[in-house]
């Protein structure tokens, strides 16, 4: 998976600067060519079939390769098993939110990748998978939110895993084919919200904004005004997350 890596890499300086050397360019076609025939032989076949083995090592390792396949060599049953892994009832164990994180840092790039070669797959992921993968977010992050843990390296898995679905919720919110499904989610953005403001405990993730209010859910001003109102699960008034609510909700009036 080296060569699929460093053919992303270039390509995206390629697209950036338009600046390649001629060796640069020359092995770009190398890494090109290699990256193909990985996938005429079934690349994502043999990785997928490697997350079922049980060591978190393993299954990190695989979703990190898989973050380097081209988007337009994703085919339909990759999408799929894709999706399938993002089950809530294992957030926590292990090193599953950085699984998860990095299959939603692949699935944001599978909803708003720009290029013409990668239309019929971003099309596809918007047309059959982006309903099961929104509603599965959701939950997960509804999951990871509302666990308390103390020990750092574990909450800073746990912020990991929240920002990358942010980033995919974001994505949604910029697509008209997918927006429309984080529409009426009061009782989730408050409750996002609130167990960011309750449930963190290391301070430096304190100052680590969850900016779910910048998604979709965010632009209904009546969920904005639900999520601070009196009840038992209260956001107190001068604090960060209650100060993003409130500059939200003057966004909105501008």
């Given at each position: 998976m080296?060569?699929c890596?460093?053919?992303?890499?270039?390509e995206?300086?390629?697209?950036?600067?338009?600046?390649?050397?001629?060796?640069?360019l020359?092995?770009?076609?190398?890494f090109?060519?290699?990256?193909?025939?990985?996938?005429?032989?079934?690349?994502?076949?043999?990785?997928l079939k490697?997350?079922?083995?049980?060591?978190?090592?393993?299954?990190?390792?695989?979703?990190?390769?898989?973050?380097?396949?081209?988007?337009?060599?994703?085919?339909a049953?990759?999408?799929?098993?894709?999706?399938?892994?993002?089950?809530?009832?294992n957030?926590?164990?292990?090193k599953?939110?950085?699984?998860?994180?990095?299959?939603?840092?692949?699935?944001?790039?599978?909803i708003?990748?720009?290029?013409?070669?990668?239309?019929?797959?971003t099309?596809?992921?918007?047309?059959?998978?982006?309903?099961?993968?929104?509603t599965?977010?959701?939950a997960?992050?509804?999951?990871?939110?509302?666990?308390?843990?103390?020990?750092?390296?574990?909450?800073?898995?746990?912020?990991?895993?929240?920002?990358?679905?942010?980033?995919?919720l974001?994505?949604?919110?910029?697509?008209?084919?997918t927006?429309?499904?984080?529409?009426?989610?009061?009782?989730?953005?408050?409750?996002?919200?609130?167990?960011?403001?309750?449930?963190?405990?290391?301070?430096?993730?304190?100052?680590?904004?969850?900016?779910?209010?910048?998604?979709?859910?965010?632009?209904d001003?009546?969920?904005?005004?639900?999520?601070?109102?009196?009840?038992?699960?209260?956001?107190?008034p001068?604090?960060?997350?209650?100060?993003?609510?409130l500059?939200?909700?003057?966004?909105?009036?501008?």
């Amino acid at each position: 998976m080296f060569f699929c890596k460093e053919y992303a890499v270039l390509e995206q300086k390629d697209k950036l600067s338009k600046n390649l050397t001629p060796d640069q360019l020359k092995i770009k076609a190398l890494f090109k060519l290699t990256c193909s025939r990985l996938d005429e032989a079934h690349r994502e076949d043999a990785l997928l079939k490697a997350l079922d083995v049980p060591n978190d090592n393993v299954r990190l390792a695989v979703v990190h390769c898989l973050y380097y396949v081209p988007i337009d060599e994703l085919q339909a049953p990759e999408i799929d098993n894709l999706v399938k892994l993002l089950q809530p009832q294992n957030v926590g164990a292990g090193k599953t939110e950085l699984v998860l994180s990095v299959i939603f840092n692949i699935l944001s790039n599978l909803i708003s990748d720009p290029s013409k070669k990668a239309l019929a797959t971003t099309t596809l992921f918007k047309t059959k998978f982006s309903y099961t993968a929104i509603t599965n977010a959701i939950a997960i992050m509804l999951k990871n939110q509302e666990r308390r843990v103390d020990d750092e390296e574990e909450e800073e898995e746990k912020y990991t895993l929240a920002l990358s679905v942010v980033n995919f919720l974001k994505h949604v919110s910029k697509e008209s084919k997918t927006r429309d499904q984080l529409k009426n989610k009061s009782e989730v953005l408050k409750k996002l919200l609130f167990d960011e403001f309750d449930k963190t405990t290391q301070t430096k993730f304190r100052l680590t904004p969850v900016e779910i209010e910048s998604t979709q859910m965010g632009l209904d001003f009546e969920a904005l005004l639900y999520a601070i109102r009196t009840s038992h699960e209260q956001i107190e008034p001068y604090n960060l997350v209650s100060f993003r609510i409130l500059h939200q909700m003057a966004n909105l009036l501008e």
